[in-house]
């Protein structure tokens, strides 16, 4: 059971280009979601999912685009990656409709960007 | 904003002994509450949760702590073991799909 995937495990991108980070889960979960980790900041929600065909803005989208055309894939695409990207990023799913109490997040492995 | 704040970056305890890690949070419409472990190079993985209904709940050797006039929760880890080493993350949360997390607190357990 891989639960959580999460490509590529490292990258490094210019200023100014675009790349998608892909996720994929196989546990038919609803819910999924975007965070980024940085220092001393915690992890931050990006971008949502409760389903097939919604998705909906978390604390900090700006400069990031997602869509969710199967239950099992959630790509999220940095449109023109900026140093301030630079983060580690996280793919998480849950089985409800939601992240609460009864169904917490399973987190991907995460994807290490690097934006010089 | 931070929302939820773990005020300790770092904690080291001796093996078998207690560990407390503490997290306060500004926000009184939280009514869910979760600790998630991360070791190095992986995803933060759930560990325990408690709903804002209660105020204690334990799992093991994890038992969680919620001080709503207080605005505080602690996790503590007793006895504390060397495999608990890792990142523990505070998260709150009010609506179901905007969990708020702190920003860690490294565990560091002697053997």
């Known amino acids: 059971n891989a639960g959580v995937t999460q490509t590529p495990k490292f990258q490094v991108l210019k200023t100014g280009q675009s790349m998608t980070l892909q996720c994929a889960q196989d546990?038919?979960?609803?819910?999924m979601s975007w965070y980024r980790q940085d220092p001393g900041m915690g992890l931050r929600l990006i971008h949502y999912?409760?389903?097939?065909?919604?998705?909906d803005q978390g604390e900090v989208p700006n400069g990031y685009n997602v869509s969710r055309s199967t239950t099992e894939d959630f790509p999220l695409r940095l449109l023109s990656a900026a140093p301030s990207q630079t983060s580690v990023y996280f793919c998480?799913?849950?089985?409800?409709?939601?992240?609460?109490?009864?169904?917490?997040?399973?987190f991907g492995n995460g994807t290490r960007l690097t934006v010089t | 904003d931070q929302q939820v704040k773990q005020n300790s970056p770092s904690l080291s305890v001796q093996e078998g002994r207690i560990s407390i890690l503490n997290c306060d949070y500004t926000?009184?419409?939280?009514?869910?509450f979760l600790w998630y472990k991360k070791y190095p190079a992986e995803g933060p993985t759930f560990l325990i949760s408690?709903?804002?209904?209660?105020d204690k709940n334990e799992d093991g050797r994890f038992t969680v702590f919620l001080n709503k006039s207080a605005k505080h929760l602690s996790l503590h880890i007793v006895p504390s073991q060397p495999g608990d080493s890792a990142v523990y993350f505070c998260?709150?949360?009010?609506?179901?799909?905007?969990?708020?997390f702190g920003a860690g607190t490294r565990l560091t357990v002697k053997p």
């Open positions: 998480a799913s849950s089985p409800g409709r939601t992240s609460s109490y009864n169904s917490p997040l399973h």
């Open positions: 546990m038919n979960h609803e819910y």
């Open positions: 999912s409760v389903g097939a065909g919604i998705t």
């Open positions: 926000n009184s419409m939280f009514d869910y």
């Open positions: 408690i709903s804002s209904i209660k």
């Open positions: 998260a709150a949360s009010y609506n179901n799909n905007d969990m708020r």
